[in-house]
């Protein structure tokens, strides 16, 4: 079975600092990366996606992460957080079976808190 | 586009009774919907596959019998939460996979929060 590790569960920064989270995964086949995120009271949204293709992946927000195939990990990087980044981000994989993508396994999660 | 609801967004119930939460795709067609549960400030937990048409999948330690999904049509997915205890509150997640985005990307809804008194 796959599994997901995020290393930080609560992330404490002020605003323009430079933002890594930590996600790796277990699972020796082909896999899917995502991160997503979850604001306070809202429901969770795709922050950026890896499939194929470049291992750098831009995602929505000035977001970013590394697909390092030899480390089995997706880090999630943003050069200058800004408080409204204060929220919870998942770290998620699946893999490609039959007709689709399977469901997803989420890591625990980090709490990112965005100190004005 | 891929917008995806849920209903009710809040239900409290009685011990023992029943309670359906519906997941819908509002502008795509999904074959396979998944379930998740989200404790409190833990992460989502995958319940189960529900394809149109045919019986769900279910990970190893959901019970079935307690957790009944019926995935009636391309947009339509319920779950059955029965003889509800407290221990079932929880946060509730559909997602559903776009057939039409080569299967790859799921969408969430905004969740169901259950809370059994």
């Known amino acids: 079975a796959q599994s997901v590790s995020q290393h930080n569960h609560h992330v404490i920064l002020s605003e323009a600092a430079s933002l890594e989270l930590g996600c790796n995964y277990s699972?020796?086949?082909?896999?899917?990366l995502f991160w997503y995120v979850q604001y306070p009271g809202q429901h969770l949204q795709l922050l950026l996606k890896y499939f194929s293709g470049d291992p750098l992946v831009k995602g929505i927000k000035g977001f970013e992460a590394e697909f390092i195939k030899s480390k089995f990990s997706f880090n999630l990087r943003k050069p200058s957080v800004q408080w409204s980044d204060t929220a919870e981000y998942f770290c998620a994989v699946n893999k490609w079976s039959g007709g689709g993508a399977d469901g997803l396994t989420f890591g625990k999660g980090t709490h990112l808190i965005i100190q004005p | 586009g891929a917008v995806v609801s849920q209903h009710p967004s809040r239900v409290i119930c009685k011990s023992g009774t029943s309670v359906k939460i519906e997941c819908r795709s509002l502008?795509?067609?999904?074959?396979?919907m998944f379930w998740y549960r989200q404790f409190p400030k833990k992460s989502l937990m995958l319940m189960a596959t529900?394809?149109?048409?045919?019986?769900?999948?279910?990970e190893q330690g959901v019970e079935k019998d307690k957790f009944l999904i019926n995935h009636a049509s391309l947009t339509l997915s319920t779950l059955t939460v029965t003889s509800a205890h407290p221990e079932d509150s929880s946060f509730y997640i559909c997602?559903?996979?776009?057939?039409?985005?080569?299967?790859?990307?799921?969408?969430f809804g905004p969740g169901t929060r259950l809370t059994v008194t």
């Open positions: 699972y020796g086949g082909t896999v899917n």
């Open positions: 997602s559903a996979r776009d057939l039409g985005q080569g299967a790859y990307e799921q969408y």
């Open positions: 502008d795509f067609q999904a074959t396979t």
């Open positions: 529900s394809n149109e048409g045919s019986k769900a999948t279910y």
